[in-house]
């Protein structure tokens, strides 16, 4: 069946670090991809979508890694600040299909 | 003007009573969504609405009831819930039903009791 999965269910880095947060997908038939934040009480927060026909996509601080071949996806966020302290979701959704599939979740901590 | 508003932000609701839950957009989306989490696990797919018309039902009981009076506005009716409905339930929107992004308000905490 189809699966979103992260490989990494939490992740502590020091303020000014870089994070990667990693996720894995099982339906070769997924062409579009988004991540999302969501901080404490709040609900999901759009951040940045890749399509499968690109391999790279760059927001402010956030980069977006599409691996085709090994069907994974990556977010990663550069010189990490406090307010990126939430849990992050990869959502896929499998051309044709009708819904989004999220994955489990990474909590990223940040440490002063 | 990019929000999602849902009200309430929270609701306690006994097993007996009926209550709803509301959802704003204009942003001129013509896809609205209703999900349910549960604590430390991602948004599940409840209800779609793609350009006023109920389009995806995933199978979920009858105690829940989504309405779509007009294109900004969704609701979902709430009636004769039990304890293990508790959850956050979070409404989306997109600019169509092609699920690409979705915009989610803050959601509404429900306690049943």
């Known amino acids: 069946g189809e699966s979103v999965g992260l490989h990494l269910p939490t992740l502590s880095v020091q303020e000014g670090d870089n994070s990667i947060i990693n996720c894995a997908y099982s339906?070769?038939?997924?062409?579009?991809f988004i991540w999302y934040k969501q901080e404490s009480g709040k609900g999901p927060q759009f951040i940045i979508d890749?399509?499968?026909?690109?391999d790279k996509r760059q927001g402010q601080r956030v980069t977006v890694l599409l691996n085709k071949t090994v069907k994974h996806l990556s977010l990663q966020i550069a010189a990490t600040q406090p307010g990126d302290s939430a849990v992050y979701f990869c959502a896929e959704n499998q051309k044709g299909a009708q819904k989004l599939v999220f994955g489990q979740g990474t909590r990223l901590t940040i440490n002063p | 003007d990019t929000e999602v508003t849902q009200t309430p932000k929270h609701l306690v609701m006994g097993m007996t009573n009926k209550k709803s839950l509301k959802c704003e957009q204009h942003m001129g989306h013509r896809a609205m969504y209703w999900y349910k989490q549960k604590a430390k696990k991602p948004p599940e797919l409840m209800f779609v609405y793609s350009y006023e018309k109920l389009s995806i039902n995933e199978s979920v009981p009858s105690r829940f009831s989504p309405e779509c009076p007009n294109s900004s506005l969704l609701n979902l009716h709430l009636h004769a819930l039990q304890p293990e409905d508790s959850a956050l339930y979070l409404c989306?929107?997109?600019?169509?039903?092609?699920?690409?992004?979705?915009?989610f308000g803050s959601g509404t905490q429900l306690s049943v009791l």
């Open positions: 890749i399509r499968s026909n690109m």
């Open positions: 989306a929107s997109s600019r169509t039903g092609d699920n690409e992004k979705l915009f």
């Open positions: 339906n070769s038939a997924s062409d579009y």
